[in-house]
Each structure stands twice: as structure tokens, then as C-alpha cells.
């Protein structure tokens, strides 16, 4: 189960050590039989001689035979019983009072176990020389595992990278996502990336141009092939944002939206989700307030989400830091739909097809 033959050969080596330590004490016309049968109780685990050798053997040998034997038997035991209690969901609490009954029993009760490897599962993603095929593979193989850091094989399948699996969160019926983007600037560590402003005294990335614009970021997927996409982003209003309604009639390359645009891909853009920060909550220019004034570009559809920090007029040129935008809380007014998003703070895509295109975070205004 581990890597069986390399185990085997450690095995065979140990056998021939204590045959090599003890040949001087048995007779010489035993040795050559002596050694076929304990490379053969080696093979299948059970120290039993045949009862034809038995009768050839006098029975101060086979009782030191048997006695090393019975040693070599629980060492095997024991190991076996690490890699059954490390591998799968069958836990055995002792090693050493389990008859060679009740481990076959124990051995078809994990082969009828989905969650028994069936490659070294010691080793699955933990290696260069292992990668899994995806965080989504260990999740399903190993599923005691953590999330941590794994390797897994990227989409031209001849290399592996060395990603973060986020292997406990469960999306659209899934666990074992890749995670490619983690800022959280609550972290007095963390800093905004390249091309973003930090604002030091609320610890907030923004824009770092002027004008109606957009600043990105780009995060890379190391080439690994995906067809889904999970995620989450907090903010807040500062003066009055004009949301989805910034600009109606622009495309997915031009700043239309007051807000978080998440796309992949280049020439063109692809659309994933939009976060549209609008003025007013007791206003109608969320697409999904009722009533509502607007509706979303094609290329955006559904797949946004749209809130205000600010009930009702007058706006200032401030930051309002009391109402965090996109998670599904404070919701009032006309706005009050806006909040009904079943995922909330955290949005699911399933692309139309798979890609390994890197992703794009932008912040427009």
C-alpha cells in the first residue's frame, strides 16, 4: 500500500539478515530447506511449515523457526496496521490481538471502501514524484487529509505544482478546491498587490488611478485545468458609487461597473462574477432591488452581486466602514432582495467549458 516494492524488498533483506546471523547455528543439511521455507511464510504472511518439513526438522529448530516467525508476523502486522489506519476510514485499535481471520475480514471491508487508494495514497500529492490529479482527488481519496500545500499535475500533465487545497470548504456539491487568491488585508502582514493603492489608515486596496478606469491584478492557475470557480470579496461604499449603471452600453474590457469585476482569460475577457457597489439602498439601481431601474449587461447575466452602505440621502465623500458590502447582511429598503442569494458572501460559478486561463481581479470606478 505504501510503495509495495520497495516494502517488499526491505522484507526479503530482513529475511536473509536473520538467515545470514543464525546459519552458523543450524545444520548444514537444513539451510538450503530453511531458507525456502521462510522466503516462502514471507510471501504470504502466516508462519506455518508444511507438515512434510516439520517431520524432516527436528523440533528444537522448528520451534526456533517458529519463534522468529511469530516476531516477523507482528512487525508485519503492525505495519500493515499503520498504512490501514492512515489510508482509510477503517480504524483498527490494536495491533496485537487480531487473528489472521478477522484481518482478512478487515482487508475486504477496505477494498469495498470507496475511499481506498488504489495508487500509493501515502504519497498522493504530498511529492513531486506523486502528484494528485487535482485538490478534488485528494479530497476524495484521503478524505482525513488537511488543507495545506499538495502537488498536483497541470494540464500539460508532464509537470507538477505545488498549489494550496482548500480541502474542508464544500461548493456546489464538492470538496478539494485549488486556492489561487487569498488577500486579507485584516493581516497587518499583508499587502495590497502591484498596481492597487493601500489606504494605511482603514488597511483597504483601492484604485490606484484616476478617472473613470479600471487597476488589475492578475492571478495565475500554474496551468492547471479547472471548470469551476468559488469565491468571496468584502468592501466598502466611499462617496457615491454608481454601481452597475456606470455604463451601460460598455463592454467586459471597459470600466462597466463601480465595483469588483472577476474575469479570465485575454482577447476577450471572460466574465465570472461582478460585485457592483451602488449609493442608496432605499434607490432602484441594483438590478436586484425591487422595483428596480436597470438591468445587468448580457455579459454579466445573473452572476453578480450588487449593495450600498448608505440607507438614504445625503451622501458624503467618505468612507462608510459601518455596512461591509457583498455579504449578505443589512440589506434594507429596496434593496432588501439583494441579500436573498442562497451562497452569500460567497459566490459559485461552473464555467461553460473548462480552461487553465489565469484569473483577473479588477477594481473599476
Same mark, same amino acid.
Given at each position: 500500500?505504501?510503495?509495495?516494492?520497495?516494502?517488499?524488498?526491505?522484507?526479503?533483506?530482513?529475511?536473509?539478515?536473520?538467515?545470514?546471523?543464525?546459519?552458523?547455528?543450524?545444520?548444514?543439511?537444513?539451510?538450503?530447506?530453511?531458507?525456502?521455507?521462510?522466503?516462502?511464510?514471507?510471501?504470504?504472511?502466516?508462519?506455518?511449515?508444511?507438515?512434510?518439513?516439520?517431520?524432516?526438522?527436528r523440533r528444537e529448530h522448528v520451534e526456533w523457526w517458529l519463534a522468529l516467525l511469530r516476531d516477523f508476523q507482528k512487525q508485519v502486522t503492525q505495519a500493515m496496521y499503520s498504512v490501514i489506519n492512515s489510508c482509510t476510514d477503517v480504524h483498527i485499535p490494536d495491533a496485537n490481538s487480531t487473528?489472521?481471520?478477522?484481518?482478512?475480514?478487515?482487508?475486504?471491508?477496505?477494498?469495498?471502501?470507496?475511499s481506498f487508494c488504489?495508487?500509493?495514497?501515502?504519497?498522493?500529492?504530498?511529492?513531486?514524484?506523486?502528484?494528485?490529479?487535482?485538490?478534488?482527488?485528494?479530497?476524495?481519496?484521503?478524505?482525513?487529509?488537511?488543507?495545506?500545500?499538495?502537488?498536483?499535475?497541470?494540464?500539460a500533465r508532464s509537470l507538477s505544482v505545488q498549489v494550496y487545497c482548500d480541502l474542508e470548504k464544500e461548493f456546489l456539491g *464538492? !470538496?478539494?478546491?485549488? &486556492? %489561487? +487568491?487569498?488577500?486579507?488585508?485584516?493581516? $497587518?502582514?499583508?499587502?495590497?498587490?502591484?498596481?492597487?493603492?493601500?489606504?494605511?489608515?482603514?488597511?483597504?486596496c483601492g484604485k490606484s488611478t484616476d478617472g473613470n478606469a479600471c487597476d488589475s491584478v492578475k492571478y495565475t492557475t500554474s496551468?492547471?485545468?479547472? *471548470? !469551476?470557480?468559488?469565491? &468571496? %470579496? +468584502?468592501?466598502?461604499?466611499?462617496?457615491? $458609487?454608481?454601481?452597475?449603471?456606470?455604463?451601460?452600453?460598455?463592454?467586459?474590457?471597459?470600466?462597466?461597473v463601480d465595483g469588483v469585476s472577476i474575469t479570465h482569460g485575454d482577447s476577450p475577457r471572460k466574465h465570472i462574477w461582478t460585485f457592483a457597489a451602488d449609493n442608496i439602498e432605499i434607490g432602484n439601481y441594483c438590478p436586484c432591488s425591487s422595483p428596480t431601474a436597470i438591468q445587468p449587461?448580457?455579459?454579466?447575466?445573473?452572476?453578480?452581486?450588487?449593495?450600498?452602505?448608505?440607507l438614504r440621502y445625503p451622501w458624503d465623500v467618505v468612507l462608510y466602514s459601518d455596512d461591509v458590502l457583498w455579504d449578505g447582511k443589512r440589506c434594507d429598503a429596496n434593496e432588501a432582495p439583494c441579500c436573498d442569494?442562497?451562497?452569500?458572501?460567497?459566490?459559485?460559478?461552473?464555467?461553460?467549458?473548462?480552461?487553465?486561463?489565469?484569473?483577473?481581479?479588477?477594481?473599476c470606478a
Open positions: 500500500v505504501f510503495q509495495p516494492y520497495m516494502y517488499q524488498e526491505s522484507v526479503y533483506k530482513e529475511v536473509n539478515t536473520a538467515l545470514d546471523l543464525t546459519s552458523k547455528k543450524q545444520p548444514k543439511m537444513y539451510q538450503k530447506k530453511l531458507s525456502l521455507a521462510v522466503l516462502l511464510v514471507a510471501v504470504v504472511c502466516f508462519p506455518t511449515a508444511t507438515e512434510s518439513l516439520r517431520t524432516r526438522m487473528s489472521l481471520d478477522q484481518i482478512k475480514e478487515l482487508l475486504l471491508e477496505i477494498k469495498q471502501q470507496e488504489d495508487k500509493t495514497c501515502y504519497n498522493l500529492g504530498e511529492s513531486q514524484q506523486y502528484p494528485a490529479l487535482s485538490c478534488n482527488e485528494i479530497a476524495e481519496r484521503m478524505p482525513h487529509s488537511s488543507s495545506g500545500l499538495y502537488w498536483i499535475q497541470n494540464n *464538492s !470538496k478539494g478546491w485549488m &486556492r %489561487v +487568491a487569498n488577500l486579507d488585508m485584516t493581516d $497587518p502582514n499583508q499587502q495590497c498587490p502591484p498596481n492597487f493603492k493601500l489606504y494605511a489608515r482603514d488597511r483597504l496551468g492547471v485545468r479547472y *471548470s !469551476k470557480v468559488c469565491g &468571496r %470579496v +468584502a468592501g466598502y461604499q466611499f462617496g457615491s $458609487p454608481d454601481g452597475l449603471r456606470v455604463c451601460p452600453t460598455c463592454t467586459i474590457d471597459e470600466p462597466y449587461s448580457s455579459f454579466v447575466g445573473n452572476d453578480y452581486y450588487c449593495e450600498s452602505g448608505l442569494r442562497p451562497l452569500l458572501p460567497w459566490f459559485c460559478k461552473e464555467l461553460p467549458e473548462p480552461t487553465s486561463d489565469d484569473l483577473e481581479v479588477r477594481i
